[in-house]
């Protein structure tokens, strides 16, 4: 299975990547979307001309930082905008026929879509972006482009779970003043972090209450890059994409 999809809602696309179906080698095979992790540029291409098929429109990505700030794809016709450049851990618009990738390999994807608005928003979230507020910071970019929280609909995909994400007592502690719902005891009873369950907290104190969880670990399922259990590995991506509107078809 190439990708999982979520149901956001209709005129909505929203899929996350696995390793499967592309060219990269090694610690990277097969579908690697990351430029910055040590895989051939060429492969990485490659690899995004891959999913900009599957997704049928072209991809932007952002050079993410593990911040809180939102890139905003504009709605104007013409180019697609290259966001590469920009540092930013969200990606909003409510421009159709973009996708909206955010690449992970442990840190939540996190794709969001008021369908009914036409607004769709896609977060990178692990733990310094959930302290940082990555989430509702994306929220109310889509509420500047007209998006309703409480008409949003999202998804929290896979990622480390609270079982496998062991972190030091005072990492757990500074998570937790800000976020203590991602506060939970590892699978060995250490201090650990429920990155998912931090982001439901979250959507829901911004008024996104139709969550959807995959519940999938990418330490415990080898679908998935993870960073902790590989270290040199790729990056999948979760993808937002609002579809065109039927266009009036011309006569012959
Ligand atoms: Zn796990």
Do not use: K, W
């Amino acid at each position: 299975m190439p990708n999982l999809h979520a149901d956001l809602g209709p005129g909505v696309t929203a899929l996350v990547t696995t390793r499967a179906g592309g060219v990269s080698t090694g610690p990277y095979a097969t579908l690697d979307l990351a430029r910055h992790v040590g895989d051939q540029a060429a492969y990485v291409a490659t690899n995004r001309t891959i999913l900009q098929g599957r997704v049928g429109a072209p991809v932007v990505y952002v050079n993410q930082v593990h911040g809180a700030r939102v890139a905003v794809v504009p709605d104007e016709t013409g180019e697609v905008p290259a966001l590469d450049g920009q540092d930013a851990d969200a990606i909003v618009t409510d421009r159709s026929g973009v996708g909206l990738a955010v690449m992970v390999a442990d840190c939540l994807p996190v794709l969001l879509a008021d369908a009914g608005a036409r607004v769709v928003g896609a977060a990178h979230a692990g733990r310094r972006g959930l302290t940082a507020g990555v989430l509702p910071a994306t929220v109310a970019a889509m509420r500047t482009l007209g998006a309703r929280p409480g008409s949003i609909r999202a998804y929290v995909g896979p990622a480390i779970c609270g079982r496998c994400y062991e972190v030091g007592h005072q990492v757990q502690s500074e998570v937790g003043a800000v976020v203590p719902e991602a506060v939970c005891p590892t699978a060995r009873g250490t201090a650990g972090l429920d990155l998912a369950a931090g982001a439901v907290a979250q959507l829901a104190a911004s008024g996104v209450t139709s969550v959807e969880v995959a519940g999938l670990c990418t330490v415990e399922d080898a679908r998935f890059y993870s960073y902790r259990r590989d270290g040199v590995t790729g990056r999948f991506a979760g993808v937002v994409l609002l579809e065109p509107r039927d266009t009036p078809r011309l006569p012959d």
